[in-house]
C-alpha cells in the first residue's frame, strides 16, 4: 500500500511538473521543496503531518532507523519550540534504548522547559530521569506534582519505585502506601477526604476499654493508688478505614496500570520495574506488556517469539 501510494505521489509530481517554475533546471534543494508543496496542496497533507508519517514509516516499515530520526529532527526543526514536536523526538529516542537515553531526556527537558505549568509533560520527565537513575532530580517533580493533587496514584508508585531502587525500604513502603489508599479512593472503597463522600472519619476515635471489676487484683496503696490506675486505663485504637484492605489480585492491578502508563509514553525499561512487582507473572496483560516493550527496543526477534509462545500457550 505504501508503495502504491509512493507511485501515485509520484505520478502526481510528475504531471504537474510544469506547474513548479519555467527553468527546471533549479538547485536540488529547491526541487525538493517544490516537490513537497505540491504534495501539501494535492493531497491536503501538511509538512508536519508528512514528516511524522515519514518517520513512522522509516521507522517501523523499514526499520531505518538513520532515515527515521532524520525526519523527528525535521519534524521540531519545523515546529520550533512545540511540545508536542519535542515529545514525540523524546519517545523516539527512548525507544533506541539506553545508548540515547541523554538525548530523549534531553527533549523532554526541552519540552519541559517550553511547558512549565504541563503536568502530564513533568510526570514524563521525572519517570526518564528515574529511569536514568538520576532519583533525587525525579523526587522533586514528583513530590510537586503530589502537592498539586496530579495522579496522585501513579505519583506516589512512582516515588516508591524509585526509592526501592535506591535501597530506601521503608521509604519505599511509605509512597507504595500511600498510593493504594489513592487508589482505594478513586475505586470508591474508601471515602474521599475533605467532601461530602466522607460520612465517617479517616481512623476511629480510640475506644475506652475499662477491665471488669475483679479481673485484677486490688492496688497496693489504697484508694489514691485505685484512682491513679482508673485514669490509666488501656485505650484500643479501631483500624484506619474499618481495615479496608487491597486483596493481591488488586495490588498487582495497580502496578499493571502504571507500566502500561509508562509503554504508552515508551518508558520500556522503567515499564518493565513496574512488572517486576506483580506476583503473577504469568497472566496475558503482564506478557504482553512484556512483549510490547521488546518490541519498543526494537527487540523484534524476542518480541515475536514472544507473542508465539503467548498466543500458542493460551488457555
Not at 496514584?153 to 507504595?176: F, G
Not at 467532601?195 to 497496693?220: L, V, W
Not at 484508694?223 to 486483596?247: G, H, M, V, W
Amino acid at each position: 500500500m505504501v508503495e502504491k501510494m509512493r507511485a501515485t505521489v509520484k505520478a502526481l509530481v510528475d504531471r504537474k511538473r510544469n506547474e513548479l517554475h519555467d527553468n527546471i533546471i533549479i538547485p536540488k534543494e529547491q526541487g525538493i521543496l517544490e516537490t513537497e508543496h505540491v504534495i501539501e496542496k494535492t493531497l491536503g497533507e501538511s509538512m508536519i503531518s508528512r514528516y511524522k508519517r515519514l518517520s513512522m514509516e522509516q521507522e517501523d516499515l523499514y526499520n531505518d532507523q538513520a532515515k527515521a530520526e532524520e525526519y523527528v529532527i525535521k519534524l521540531c526543526d519545523e515546529m520550533e519550540g512545540d511540545q508536542e514536536a519535542l515529545l514525540e523526538a523524546a519517545k523516539f529516542y527512548m525507544r533506541r534504548g539506553e545508548a540515547y537515553a541523554e538525548k530523549a531526556e534531553q527533549y523532554l527537558r526541552d519540552a519541559s522547559s517550553f511547558g512549565m505549568k504541563n503536568q502530564g509533560i513533568a510526570l514524563m520527565y521525572s519517570c526518564i530521569l528515574i529511569q536514568n537513575h538520576r532519583f533525587k532530580e525525579a523526587s522533586i517533580i514528583l513530590q510537586s506534582l503530589a502537592a498539586q493533587g496530579y495522579e496522585t496514584c501513579k505519583v506516589n508508585l512512582l516515588l516508591s519505585v524509585s526509592a526501592d531502587v535506591e535501597d530506601d525500604k521503608p521509604l519505599a513502603e511509605k509512597y507504595k502506601a500511600m498510593a493504594l489508599i489513592d487508589y482505594m479512593r478513586q475505586k470508591n472503597k474508601i471515602p474521599d477526604v475533605g467532601t461530602s463522600k466522607s460520612t465517617e472519619p479517616g481512623s476511629q476515635m480510640p475506644e475506652k476499654y475499662t477491665k471488669p471489676a475483679g479481673e485484677d487484683p486490688a492496688p497496693e496503696g489504697g484508694e489514691e493508688a485505685a484512682e491513679e490506675k482508673e485514669k490509666t486505663n488501656d485505650q484500643i485504637s479501631s483500624p484506619a478505614y474499618k481495615n479496608a484492605r487491597l486483596t493481591q489480585e488488586e495490588e498487582n492491578q495497580v502496578y499493571l496500570e502504571l507500566s502500561e502508563f509508562l509503554l504508552s509514553k515508551s518508558l520500556s525499561n522503567l515499564s518493565d520495574r513496574a512488572l517486576s512487582y506483580i506476583t503473577e507473572k504469568d497472566s496475558v496483560r503482564v506478557l504482553f506488556c512484556q512483549t510490547k516493550a521488546k518490541m519498543q527496543l526494537l527487540k523484534y526477534q524476542e518480541a515475536a517469539d514472544a507473542l508465539y509462545d503467548l498466543f500458542t500457550n493460551i488457555d
